[in-house]
């Protein structure tokens, strides 16, 4: 099921039909999309759908995009998804969301509370956050942070459960974008 929170059109009904800059703030407040992750015939995350879905997102003015009941397994892949960093999904995802001094994000989530965020901030730098997805490994979440570190991704949130211990990798810094 589709849900969005339109900010712009109940603005719109608040302001009465009022143009100017007061409609181009509320438009702005355009807030978040949240969509079932599309999948394939085989039952599988449908990634090329996943980037169509998020552009049409973003030019409808969403700042947030949120795609719920990603299997974990699917997760790790995408975490995982090339050995080329631009290639990778997440870099897609961050690629997508444009650098206009307006903080976006989309969000891959399972299940089980574990996910897949990439974000551009409001100064144009990119973050990543990836959360407690099963199968991951200290391996691979060195190979994600170099990846993404390659990318210049300003903050990488790598954070995975163990029992009751959570472990987080981070790294930032300032880069161009």
Do not use: C, W
């Not at 997440?90 to 974000?119: F, H, K, M, Q, T």
């Not at 956050?129 to 990846?147: F, M, W």
Request: charged share 20%; hydrophobic share 45%.
């Amino acid at each position: 099921m589709y849900k969005r929170t339109i900010a712009a059109a109940v603005a719109s009904v608040i302001l009465g039909g009022e143009s100017g800059p007061a409609l181009a703030q509320a438009s702005a407040q355009v807030v978040q999309v949240e969509l079932n992750a599309p999948t394939t015939p085989a039952g599988t995350i449908d990634t090329a759908a996943v980037l169509a879905s998020e552009q049409v997102q973003l030019a409808r003015g969403a700042r947030e995009i949120r795609f719920g009941g990603v299997a974990a397994a699917d997760l790790q892949a995408l975490a995982l998804s090339s050995s080329n960093p631009a290639g990778s999904v997440l870099a897609r995802l961050g690629a997508l969301l444009p650098s206009d001094g307006v903080e976006r994000s989309v969000v891959l989530r399972g299940a089980d509370e574990s996910g897949l965020r990439v974000e551009r901030a409001d100064d144009g730098t990119l973050r990543a956050r990836v959360e407690n997805v099963a199968g991951l490994d200290p391996y691979h979440l060195v190979q994600i942070r170099e990846q993404l570190a390659a990318l210049r991704f300003s903050r990488i949130d790598l954070l995975v459960a163990r029992a009751s211990v959570v472990t987080t990798a981070r790294s930032g810094g300032p880069g161009p974008h």
